[in-house]
T-cell receptor
């Protein structure tokens, strides 16, 4: 079974508008971490934001925020005021933390975001 | 410059060739990783090294052979590959194994096996 599910293979957004990229996860661990990465066409993976399972507040980093809904096991990425440079693949990842889990994140299949001028 | 440098950026090799991918980081990170990214598939973890010791090997075929001579360098030696091995191979590093603030990735090597 997939641990990370990104249901949107592709998303389009108008420049300066906000966009939400969906991510749901599956774990029985109480302690885990959720990550979002951006992969531009150049190939490198860029770390965007992190949310710990015990963090009470949603993580924010500049224009990025993570809408963490623990009961629904969702960790959607919200990008506000989209810019043309935001066009890229976006990957959600989860790291289940010990005991019993692996330190190594599991990645979703990704969502391709295209920002229109 | 991401802090993790991978060479070459592109590689085309025949199925009988032997080649190596190189990854280098000078971030002072202690853990390094090889990932395979195929079209329309999730990132697949291949190998994990922590303090130059291999800690995880996810059932990768023996035609892929990693080497970590020191904490700054990681190699992936390739021999007798198959066309389905064509993919983007990403190297990553983190301060410690499974670091809280995520990984730093390289730009990848785009490998084509002909």
């Amino acid at each position: 079974a997939q641990k990370i599910t990104q249901t949107q293979p592709g998303m389009f957004v108008q420049e300066k508008e906000a966009v939400t990229l969906d991510c749901t996860y599956d774990t029985s661990d109480q302690s885990y971490g959720l990550f979002w990465y951006k992969q531009p066409s150049s190939g490198e993976m860029i770390f965007l934001i992190y949310q710990g399972s015990y963090d009470e507040q949603n993580a924010t980093e500049g224009r990025y925020s993570l809408n963490f809904q623990k009961a629904r096991k969702s960790a959607n990425l919200v990008i506000s005021a989209s810019q043309l440079g935001d066009s890229a693949m976006y990957f959600c990842a989860m790291r289940e933390e010990p005991s019993g889990g692996s330190y190594i994140p599991t990645f979703g299949r990704g969502t391709s975001l295209i920002v229109h001028p | 410059e991401t802090g993790v440098t991978q060479t070459p950026r592109h590689l085309v090799m025949g199925m009988t060739n032997k080649k190596s991918l190189k990854c280098e980081q000078h971030l002072g990170h202690n853990a390094m990783y090889w990932y395979k990214q195929s079209a329309k598939k999730p990132l697949e973890l291949m190998f994990v090294y922590s303090l130059e010791e291999r800690v995880e090997n996810n059932s990768v075929p023996s035609r892929f052979s990693p080497e970590c001579p020191n904490s700054s360098h990681l190699f992936l030696h390739l021999h007798t590959l198959q066309p389905e091995d064509s993919a983007l191979y990403l190297c990553a590093s983190s301060q410690v194994l499974g670091s809280l603030y995520g990984y730093t990735f390289g730009s990848g090597t785009r490998l084509t096996v002909v």
